[in-house]
């Protein structure tokens, strides 16, 4: 996440670049069973080993640009922590996930079409691998960490049972 995030220093306004980069699996997940989530994020992140994420041209968002990513292993991932969280999801963490990282957002439309011409210009598509979960805690402002949960070493996801 390091190219991601000088690209997030470079054109994220400063103001607004409060959280280093990262893909976002869900947007709101109740804070009163943050023990509760914690520990299932703990079990969950156990079964799955680091896997490898494709990342495609820049997109842009409207008032900022995305870099798309693609993974079976994330959709896979995602969908087994959205059915775990099914009761408790936010009408906009049921929409479709559409992995990405955010390397600019609330500048102008024609701030974020340049950003994304100039991302775009001589892309090479890479890939990176993904190692854990993280969980942040929104504080009416600031976001702090609220834990971190790596994926196990080994050669493939245990299988469920």
């Excluded at 990262?22 to 989530?37: M, N, Q, W």
Aim: proline residues 8%.
């Amino acid at each position: 996440m390091a190219h991601f995030d000088a690209l997030r220093r470079r054109h994220f306004p400063p103001a607004r670049n409060v959280i280093a980069a990262h893909v976002t699996l869900f947007h709101k997940l109740p804070g009163e069973d943050e023990a509760a989530i914690r520990a299932m994020l703990a079990r969950e992140s156990a079964e799955w080993t680091g896997f490898t994420v494709q990342v495609r041209p820049p997109r842009l968002l409207g008032y900022g640009v995305a870099f798309d990513l693609d993974s079976a292993e994330l959709l896979a991932l995602h969908a087994d922590l959205a059915a775990r969280f099914a009761e408790v999801l936010s009408p906009q963490d049921r929409q479709r996930f559409r992995p990405h990282v955010t390397v600019q957002n609330k500048v102008t439309p024609e701030e974020a079409r340049h950003t994304c011409a100039m991302l775009s210009d001589g892309f090479a598509p890479f890939a990176f691998q993904a190692d854990g979960l993280a969980l942040w805690r929104y504080q009416g402002g600031p976001w702090e960490p609220a834990g971190e949960f790596r994926f196990r070493r080994g050669p493939e996801r245990v299988p469920e049972e």
